[in-house]
């Protein structure tokens, strides 16, 4: 069974650009998350999805980051502009049940740099 | 303060040591999960566990729900098994809580 898949790996960008992350979740898994985890510290929630309808967005800057998953599959997060302080792993993760009660399966990460 | 406390921030061993990482927490729970990240960022999520004790290999990670804290032991550790550990916790809604993880160095 593939993974949850995530691209790029490795983003540096300057402040004030913008940036798109991509996610593909493991197939059937109905629940999407995109974590951010600065250096020296644990993921930290943006967004959850549940197919395709947002479920938490409490702890996204909606100021500045955005985030869909269309066709409840595939999910794009985007920082418009950057900030230094942006910079960090950001993680995806699915889970099979309904309600993401459990276990998540997280993809391998986007680095991103902010200079 | 975090909710999810995990000790010691950081631990050296050598090959062969016996390992054990602890994680507190401050209400109940309805789950546990002990994650492993290695370098490069990518997260594998090693157990999810409400009660009891779970075994996988030189792994075991246990909890007591009374005194709300759980324990991850490695045995006959292995210079492979260096990485961050990070436990996290499910509350009554979908939401993982992380703690800041454990940094584990295991030298030949």
């Known amino acids: 069974e593939a993974g949850v898949a995530q691209s790029p790996r490795y983003k540096i960008i300057e402040k004030r650009q913008s940036v798109a992350f991509w996610c593909n979740p493991i197939?059937?898994?109905?629940?999407l998350y995109w974590y951010q985890q600065i250096l020296g510290q644990g993921p930290k929630l943006l967004i959850q999805f549940q197919n395709n309808g947002v479920v938490d967005d409490s702890q996204l800057p909606k100021d500045r980051f955005s985030a869909e998953r269309l066709k409840g599959v595939d999910s794009t997060l985007k920082i418009q502009p950057a900030k230094l302080e942006d910079s960090a792993v950001y993680l995806c993760?699915?889970?099979?049940?309904?309600?993401?009660?459990?276990?998540?399966?997280f993809g391998p990460g986007t680095r991103l740099t902010v200079l | 303060k975090n909710e999810v406390e995990q000790s010691p921030q950081n631990l050296t061993a050598q090959e062969g040591e016996f390992i054990t990482i602890n994680c507190s927490y401050s209400v109940g729970i309805s789950a546990l999960h002990w994650l492993q990240q290695h370098p490069g960022g990518g997260i594998v999520s090693l157990f999810m566990?409400?009660?009891g004790k779970k075994k996988h290999g030189r792994l075991i990670a246990t909890i007591n729900i009374q005194e709300k804290h759980s324990s991850l032991h490695i045995t006959a550790s292995h210079p492979r098994d260096s990485a961050v550990y990070i436990c996290?916790?499910?509350?009554?809604?979908?939401?993982?809580?992380f703690g800041t993880g454990t940094r584990l160095q295991v030298f030949p």
């Open positions: 566990l409400s009660s």
């Open positions: 993760a699915s889970s099979l049940l309904r309600q993401g009660a459990g276990e998540q399966f």
């Open positions: 197939s059937g898994h109905a629940t």
């Open positions: 996290a916790v499910r509350y009554n809604t979908d939401k993982l809580i």
